[in-house]
């Protein structure tokens, strides 16, 4: 697990510009560093040993050392390749999967991707041909950037490494503002920064002679559902996925550990680590808080007789850490549970390097709440024609609110616009309200509507799925999962986030996936078998946190105040509506999560625009080195 940088060379570049690049992205990697230069390009890699601890140092040659590598990630299926390899005639010196990564693409190319399972970004590059190749696992667990302003080209693990490479031009990418002001995130190879890219998911480029080619190698589909399969027989088949894949996850030279909430899917992750060895479980919860989780999952782990650290914090913990955060996420990223994880990171990784983490199982097999509504509304458009769904809409649209007013206007709208992640926090007239520039605001799902359109031919719940796998999963969930674990040197696995467990989801029907009410029910029934039943019977929580009470609390709401009455904030934003925002929230009506996205959106922009701010805002980033 480490974090890597790159550049195609220019003559003009400072020696010291690839040790200062990845020098930014050393909590990636504190172990170890290596770099590599000729006249084509230079690389740069951070190593957190896991491993073959006293081999495995990157950057990494093939036999003839003609291309180079350097790779974040694991292969869980390496020594499986490795095999294959040897039969081939190729030797290998070390007990690394990366040994495997450099062979397999001198064998096979870019067909080494179809081979690979486990979460990785990884890049080659061939001294001959001066040909840059570059991937991303299936479900984008692992990160990957690269600046293409058509004049220089730089790749990292990390946005912020692109800081210290002289002919990067940092530029704030405006127009995606109300795009993540409905998101919260760019669900698009697109950033924050102009000309910086996302490689998605499943997905590989190549560079060479100034181009950039971008190709996909994997698409998860939901072309092969079987309508004949059964709640028990979907259960057991999940039953071996996940222990096979949780055996495979668990491989380390170091010790391994694992996140632990009140939730099914940690507990039931947990619960089969601890059949092949025991494990320290961590759980994080709050100081006099009724959202405190430990009390649940203290008793759980006691029950099962693994040990179990339990990591707290509160309110000024929280708020103080936020310009941190943000410039650990290289992007604004508003979900509340980014800090949590932060503080939980921190506490496990001062006892283990690697920590077992259970995101993933509510997009592949249908956990969350919201997937439920889309009985009622396919029902609403079945029996009501659409031109009276609409003129009801639009009669109701601008009166007092009541109940039904929501469910009637989205009732005449098709699912990419209504689908509640698409307007997640401000829909469209939410955003005019608040942009100072309302040119800027846009249709967010138009954004969108190419995922949608992927299984038009599918029911809502099947489409709800498959567009918070392909946006939801690895621009929040993963992508969080990563930064907070990262910044803090401790490589988080997710075994229910896995090729194999994706391959059989994709055959589920909705029957083996929700059953009335019940969510993620052949989940819950396999881990029935393994758990007690009050833990794989409850309700989801999400990770909450009190944040909303902490708003109300002066001494946090004056800091959102500052922000929203600050330059940055008239520079983009009408500062009276984000007041009236936080005006309603304090007399009752929710607004916790469009607050929340303004103010770290603010903090974000502050941190890495400091022109705009003042130098006690900046003072407060505590940037780890």
């Known amino acids: 697990m480490c974090g890597f940088v790159g550049y195609v060379n220019q003559t003009d570049i400072p020696d010291n510009t690839i040790e200062k690049m990845a020098d930014r992205i050393r909590h990636r990697g504190p172990d170890d560093e290596a770099y590599f230069a000729d006249e084509g390009a230079a690389m740069g890699f951070r190593r957190l040993s896991i491993i073959d601890l006293a081999h495995g140092k990157q950057p990494m040659y093939n036999s003839d050392e003609t291309k180079v590598l350097t790779f974040n990630g694991e292969i869980y299926n390496y020594r499986e390749i490795r095999e294959e390899l040897k039969a081939l005639g190729y030797e290998f010196r070390t007990d690394v999967d990366s040994e495997v990564l450099i062979h397999g693409y001198d064998a096979w190319g870019p067909k080494l991707l179809d081979k690979l399972r486990g979460m990785y970004a990884f890049v080659i590059y061939d001294r001959k041909t001066k040909e840059v190749f570059g991937a991303r696992d299936h479900f984008g667990i692992k990160p990957m950037y690269y600046y293409d302003d058509g004049q220089s080209f730089l790749w990292a693990s990390e946005i912020k490494a692109f800081l210290d490479h002289p002919k990067f031009v940092k530029e704030f990418n405006e127009k995606l503002l109300p795009i993540h002001l409905s998101f919260e995130f760019i669900p698009s190879k697109e950033t924050m920064f102009k000309n910086v890219y996302k490689l998605l998911p499943g997905h590989y480029f190549i560079h060479k002679d100034g181009k950039t080619e971008i190709h996909q190698y994997y698409k998860f589909n939901y072309d092969?559902?079987?309508?004949?399969?059964?709640?028990?027989?979907?259960?057991?088949?999940?039953?071996?996925?996940?222990?096979?894949?949780?055996?495979?996850?668990?491989?380390?030279?170091?010790?391994?550990?694992?996140?632990?909430?009140?939730?099914?899917?940690?507990?039931?992750?947990?619960?089969?680590?601890?059949?092949?060895?025991?494990?320290?479980?961590?759980?994080?919860?709050?100081?006099?808080s009724k959202y405190s989780e430990l009390d649940w999952s203290s008793r759980f782990a006691k029950k099962i007789g693994q040990e179990n650290t339990q990591i707290t914090m509160d309110g000024d913990d929280y708020f103080d850490i936020l310009p941190t955060i943000m410039y650990y996420m290289d992007e604004p990223l508003s979900n509340p549970s980014a800090m949590q994880l932060y503080y939980l990171s921190k506490g496990t990784r001062k006892q283990v390097k690697v920590a077992l983490s259970g995101e993933g199982a509510d997009e592949f097999f249908g956990g969350y709440n919201t997937y439920l509504e889309a009985r009622p509304f396919e029902k609403y458009q079945k029996y009501v024609p659409?031109?009276?769904?609409?003129?009801?809409?639009?009669?109701?649209?601008?009166?007092?609110?009541?109940?039904?007013?929501?469910?009637?206007?989205?009732?005449?709208?098709?699912?990419?616009?209504?689908?509640?992640?698409?307007?997640?926090?401000?829909?469209?007239?939410?955003?005019?309200?608040?942009?100072?520039?309302?040119?800027?605001?846009?249709?967010?799902?138009?954004?969108?509507?190419?995922?949608?359109?992927?299984?038009?031919?599918?029911?809502?719940?099947?489409?709800m799925q498959y567009f918070d796998i392909n946006t939801w999963l690895p621009f929040d969930i993963l992508h969080k999962a990563d930064r907070m674990s990262m910044c803090n040197s401790l490589e988080v696995r997710t075994p229910l986030v896995d090729k194999e467990v994706a391959a059989f989801a994709a055959t589920m029907p909705i029957k083996t996936r929700i059953r009335g009410d019940e969510t993620k029910v052949s989940l819950r029934t396999a881990a029935a078998a393994e758990l007690p039943k009050?833990?794989?019977?409850?309700?989801?929580?999400?990770?909450?946190?009190?944040?909303?009470?902490?708003?109300?609390?002066?001494?946090?709401?004056?800091?959102?105040?500052?922000?929203?009455?600050?330059?940055?904030?008239?520079?983009?934003?009408?500062?009276?509506?984000?007041?009236?925002?936080?005006?309603?929230?304090?007399?009752?009506?929710?607004?916790?999560?469009?607050?929340?996205?303004i103010y770290t959106f603010i903090l974000w922009y502050q941190v890495y625009f400091p022109e705009d701010t003042t130098a006690d805002t900046v003072s407060k980033v505590k940037i780890t080195k």
């Open 224 to 288: 092969h559902i079987d309508e004949n399969q059964t709640i028990e027989g979907d259960a057991k088949k999940i039953q071996g996925l996940v222990d096979n894949s949780v055996k495979a996850h668990m491989v380390a030279d170091v010790e391994v550990g694992s996140f632990l909430s009140s939730g099914v899917d940690s507990s039931y992750v947990l619960n089969e680590a601890a059949k092949l060895k025991p494990i320290k479980s961590f759980s994080l919860g709050f100081n006099n």
């Open 386 to 463: 659409a031109g009276l769904r609409s003129a009801l809409a639009k009669m109701v649209i601008n009166l007092p609110r009541f109940h039904g007013q929501r469910f009637l206007v989205r009732g005449a709208q098709p699912l990419s616009e209504r689908y509640y992640r698409v307007n997640y926090v401000f829909n469209y007239h939410d955003r005019d309200k608040i942009l100072k520039n309302k040119d800027l605001n846009v249709d967010s799902g138009a954004y969108t509507k190419h995922i949608f359109d992927d299984v038009k031919d599918k029911d809502e719940m099947t489409q």
């Open 534 to 597: 009050d833990v794989a019977n409850k309700e989801k929580l999400g990770f909450p946190s009190p944040i909303a009470s902490w708003i109300k609390e002066d001494k946090f709401r004056k800091r959102i105040e500052e922000a929203f009455t600050s330059d940055v904030a008239k520079k983009f934003f009408e500062p009276e509506a984000l007041l009236e925002i936080l005006q309603e929230h304090i007399n009752g009506k929710s607004s916790m999560q469009k607050i929340f996205t």
